[in-house]
DNA sequence: AAGATTGCAC
């Protein structure tokens, strides 16, 4: 194995520069000779991470010699692996190469790019004792390495030893800073960038801009704003595009579609910053239709696109708009990235196509923590507890870290499936794993303790929590107190939600069925007048089923509907064939602000029983039923849909606030307990 | 010859 290759450079710097570039993607074995047409030069036999690339071996390699042009190896300059290439220093060292700027650069480059911190440090120590320890913009590359890295205290170390400095030196810092989520850190700098004298840029913008939106409120980010436009960089595409997904994450999606729209030159990413922002706002519809328009106006979607769109066909449910996105990405011949596979896979976990899922979690690149979780995520919300948890033993068996959301997903799973023995084994083993119980995981576990009966337990829990309980923590016992009708604490844990959260009128509603089932009208109407005072409105249900990809939106006892009388007479029908096989209406869930002889009629008409009469008067017999409802299912409904999977023998699938309910042959998934 | 914007799980 003596091979000779020849390689045409213009210089000796340019030839390593190549080889910096190039090695990853040349076959160049061991003990190879290399020579240029200024020289044979031994020394490079030592460079021993060279790896073959397919098809390229017999070219570099078969043959006795061969030609490389230099520009061709820095078109495939694809860097797979990552060998920093530090034994160039070695070379400089020995004299056998003269180091230049370009070289320097490239090494911390390389060292950037593949967050090399280490090797970066040891160019750096190399570069202070070379002719180019003054070297302005050498030292803002070490500095953009530091701060990219993630090392914020040598870039700040090195900033403050610079003896001059420039906007590049301000900007990589302040851009370090925004980058690494210290937002205060980034935009402190900006008044005293601006007491030296130097002018703010582009770049400078876009960086202070992202910081601005890290802030609790925009009244830093309005300011830099005006000094966009004072400096006259808001046209630019990235200040712009900076500006949209600013206002976007502050809920100001107006400001942020006024900024959008006059922006001269828009590109994929300001798109993007809008799309996202919508969909946060779980503005789904907004966000789809900008999917749309973006396509109209012949800009292509991105990684970054899918992930938002996939995340909206996720909140919203909107499984059939998904598959058919997804169609598009497989026929686009878009390769599947993580964070898109991610939301894809939470797409079908969250819609409940658990094997979909599967499948997408399997063709992953690779799985991530992220991808687990999302897994979870749809055993929990379909009370598949059994699954979660081996899921979730799977991945400790395999050497996955888990983090607070694991937890939270597993926790939520016991939970909904009536787990009681494990949730409290995974809660007490965050201990093991170091992690730091969330209001968020307090929360699942009153819930669980709830669920259970033990609210006694839940209470003793609720008062021993290190931390302060808010009004999702009472709520939660709240909820437990009406499922299993005990009046004086479910009392008690409203007061305390009333007082957190005086405007949700869940709590109310829940209360007030406290003291229905119990009998005591007085209390009713007293909680009746107490949300009149105080101006809670009870939030109107609505059901919506999505069919043929348009979405049907019905509420209760629904008379605007176009074809209300064939809804209403299918019901009528099902209605009587149900009760024929068991079913019996259940008045005790109506909310009691009605009179008593109209509850037969509320009840009969609850927008989820309008919307399954439709599903099944429009879908093909067999084919699952998929309805959505903006709150919790009613006992009465709940009921009544068991039946009606029964009699129809066909899958009711039912998303509520927070969990989904399958209803197959007569029963459901959540064994009635939610 | 160095510095910039957009995403996923609760």
Same mark, same amino acid.
């Given at each position: 194995?003596?091979?000779?290759?020849?390689?045409?450079?213009?210089?000796?710097? !340019?030839?390593?520069?190549?080889?910096?570039?190039?090695?990853?993607?040349?076959?160049?074995?061991?003990?190879?000779?290399?020579?240029?047409?200024?020289?044979?030069?031994?020394?490079?036999?030592?460079?021993?991470?060279?790896?073959?690339?397919?098809?390229?071996?017999?070219?570099?390699?078969?043959?006795?010699?061969?030609?490389?042009?230099?520009?061709?190896?820095?078109?495939?300059? =694809?860097?797979?692996?990552?060998?920093?290439?530090?034994?160039?220093?070695?070379?400089?060292?020995?004299?056998?190469?003269?180091?230049?700027?370009?070289?320097?650069?490239?090494?911390? +480059?390389?060292?950037?790019?593949?967050?090399?911190?280490?090797?970066?440090?040891?160019?750096?120590?190399?570069?202070?004792?070379?002719?180019?320890?003054?070297?302005?913009?050498?030292?803002?590359?070490?500095?953009?390495?530091?701060?990219?890295?993630?090392?914020?205290?040598?870039?700040?170390?090195?900033?403050?030893?610079?003896?001059?400095?420039?906007?590049?030196?301000?900007?990589?810092?302040?851009?370090?800073?925004?980058?690494?989520?210290?937002?205060?850190?980034?935009?402190?700098?900006?008044?005293?960038?601006?007491?030296?004298?130097? =002018?703010?840029?582009? %770049? !400078?913008?876009?960086?202070?801009?992202?910081?601005?939106?890290?802030? $609790?409120?925009?009244?830093?980010?309005?300011?830099?704003?005006?000094?966009?436009? +004072?400096?006259?960089?808001?046209?630019?595409?990235?200040?712009?595009?900076?500006?949209?997904?600013?206002?976007?994450?502050?809920?100001?999606?107006?400001?942020?579609?006024?900024?959008?729209?006059?922006?001269?030159?828009?590109?994929?990413?300001?798109?993007?910053?809008?799309?996202?922002?919508?969909?946060?706002?779980?503005?789904?519809?907004?966000?789809?239709?900008?999917?749309?328009?973006?396509?109209?106006?012949? %800009?292509?979607?991105?990684?970054?696109?899918?992930?938002?769109?996939?995340?909206?066909?996720?909140?919203?449910?909107?499984?059939?708009?998904?598959?058919?996105?997804?169609?598009?990405?497989?026929?686009?011949?878009?390769?599947?990235?993580? %964070?898109?596979?991610?939301?894809?896979?939470?797409?079908?976990?969250?819609?409940?196509?658990?094997?979909?899922?599967?499948?997408?979690?399997?063709?992953?690149?690779?799985?991530?923590?992220?991808?687990?979780?999302?897994?979870?995520?749809?055993?929990?919300?379909?009370?598949?507890?059994?699954?979660?948890? =081996?899921?979730?033993?799977?991945?400790?068996?395999?050497?996955?870290?888990?983090?607070?959301?694991?937890?939270?997903?597993?926790?939520?799973?016991?939970?909904?499936?009536?787990?009681?023995?494990?949730?409290?084994?995974?809660?007490?083993?965050?201990?093991?794993?170091?992690?730091?119980?969330?209001?968020?995981?307090?929360?699942?576990?009153?819930?669980?303790?709830?669920?259970?009966?033990?609210?006694?337990?839940?209470?003793?829990?609720?008062?021993?929590?290190?931390?302060?309980? !808010?009004?999702?923590?009472?709520?939660?016992?709240?909820?437990?107190?009406?499922?299993?009708?005990?009046?004086?604490?479910?009392?008690?844990?409203?007061?305390?939600?009333?007082?957190?959260? $005086?405007?949700?009128?869940?709590?109310?509603?829940?209360?007030?069925?406290?003291?229905?089932?119990?009998?005591?009208?007085?209390?009713?109407?007293?909680?009746?007048?107490?949300?009149?005072?105080?101006?809670?409105?009870?939030?109107?249900?609505?059901?919506?089923?999505?069919?043929?990809?348009?979405?049907?939106?019905?509420?209760?006892?629904?008379?605007?509907?176009? =074809?209300?009388?064939?809804?209403?007479?299918?019901?009528?029908?099902?209605?009587?064939?149900?009760?024929?096989?068991?079913?019996?209406?259940?008045?005790?869930?109506?909310?009691?602000?009605?009179?008593?002889?109209?509850?037969?009629?509320?009840?009969?008409?609850?927008?989820?029983?309008?919307?399954?009469?439709?599903?099944?008067?429009?879908? $093909?017999?067999?084919?699952?039923?998929?309805?959505?409802?903006?709150?919790?299912?009613?006992?009465?409904?709940?009921?009544?849909?068991?039946?009606?999977?029964?009699?129809?023998?066909?899958?009711?699938?039912?998303?509520?606030?927070?969990?989904?309910?399958?209803?197959?042959?007569?029963?459901?998934?959540?064994?009635?307990?939610?």
């Amino acid at each position: 194995m003596n091979k000779h290759i020849v390689i045409l450079c213009t210089s000796k710097s !340019t030839l390593y520069n190549a080889i910096l570039h190039g090695k990853s993607c040349f076959g160049i074995p061991n003990k190879t000779s290399i020579s240029t047409r200024f020289g044979s030069y031994a020394t490079l036999a030592s460079f021993t991470d060279f790896e073959a690339s397919e098809g390229e071996e017999e070219d570099c390699c078969g043959s006795s010699s061969c030609i490389i042009q230099d520009k061709d190896l820095l078109r495939r300059s =694809q860097i797979r692996n990552s060998p920093t290439g530090l034994h160039v220093l070695d070379l400089i060292d020995r004299g056998s190469l003269e180091a230049n700027r370009a070289l320097y650069n490239n090494l911390l +480059k390389k060292c950037t790019h593949f967050g090399k911190v280490k090797e970066g440090r040891v160019v750096h120590s190399h570069i202070v004792h070379s002719q180019f320890k003054d070297d302005l913009v050498i030292h803002n590359t070490i500095l953009n390495m530091y701060a990219k890295c993630g090392a914020l205290d040598d870039a700040r170390k090195l900033f403050d030893e610079m003896p001059s400095k420039d906007m590049v030196t301000w900007t990589a810092l302040i851009s370090g800073y925004s980058q690494n989520d210290r937002a205060e850190d980034a935009l402190v700098l900006f008044p005293q960038m601006l007491h030296f004298g130097l =002018q703010p840029n582009q %770049f !400078t913008f876009s960086s202070l801009l992202k910081a601005s939106g890290a802030r $609790p409120n925009d009244k830093h980010g309005r300011l830099v704003h005006a000094f966009c436009l +004072k400096y006259g960089y808001d046209s630019n595409v990235y200040v712009g595009s900076s500006l949209v997904d600013m206002y976007a994450r502050f809920n100001l999606i107006n400001e942020a579609r006024v900024v959008f729209d006059g922006l001269v030159s828009k590109n994929e990413v300001s798109w993007n910053a809008l799309i996202a922002g919508h969909a946060r706002k779980g503005e789904g519809e907004h966000a789809l239709s900008m999917f749309r328009e973006m396509q109209r106006a012949d %800009f292509k979607p991105t990684h970054f696109t899918y992930s938002s769109v996939f995340s909206v066909c996720a909140s919203t449910g909107s499984l059939e708009q998904g598959k058919w996105i997804h169609a598009h990405v497989i026929k686009s011949g878009g390769k599947l990235v993580s %964070f898109v596979g991610n939301t894809l896979l939470y797409m079908y976990a969250k819609s409940g196509s658990i094997e979909d899922a599967k499948k997408v979690f399997d063709r992953l690149v690779k799985q991530e923590l992220v991808s687990w979780n999302s897994m979870l995520t749809g055993y929990a919300q379909h009370g598949l507890g059994k699954e979660s948890v =081996q899921w979730f033993e799977e991945m400790l068996r395999i050497g996955i870290e888990p983090n607070h959301v694991t937890f939270l997903c597993v926790l939520s799973a016991c939970s909904h499936a009536g787990l009681l023995d494990e949730g409290l084994y995974y809660f007490e083993l965050m201990k093991k794993h170091v992690i730091e119980p969330q209001v968020s995981h307090y929360v699942t576990i009153v819930d669980l303790l709830g669920r259970a009966g033990l609210l006694d337990r839940a209470l003793k829990f609720i008062r021993e929590m290190p931390i302060e309980p !808010t009004a999702a923590v009472w709520k939660a016992l709240l909820g437990a107190c009406r499922m299993h009708k005990n009046m004086e604490l479910g009392a008690y844990a409203a007061e305390h939600v009333f007082e957190l959260d $005086p405007y949700d009128s869940g709590p109310h509603v829940l209360l007030s069925n406290i003291y229905a089932s119990a009998g005591r009208w007085g209390d009713v109407a007293k909680v009746r007048r107490m949300m009149k005072e105080s101006g809670v409105k009870k939030e109107p249900a609505c059901s919506w089923v999505e069919i043929e990809n348009a979405v049907h939106l019905f509420v209760a006892n629904d008379d605007a509907h176009p =074809q209300r009388e064939d809804i209403y007479r299918k019901w009528e029908e099902i209605s009587g064939k149900i009760k024929e096989i068991g079913y019996v209406p259940d008045t005790s869930h109506v909310l009691l602000f009605v009179d008593q002889h109209e509850r037969e009629v509320k009840l009969q008409y609850h927008s989820e029983k309008l919307a399954l009469a439709f599903a099944l008067l429009k879908t $093909p017999p067999g084919s699952p039923i998929r309805i959505k409802k903006n709150i919790r299912v009613c006992g009465d409904c709940h009921s009544a849909i068991k039946f009606v999977s029964k009699l129809v023998d066909r899958e009711i699938i039912v998303r509520d606030t927070n969990r989904f309910h399958h209803f197959h042959d007569g029963s459901c998934s959540c064994r009635d307990y939610w």
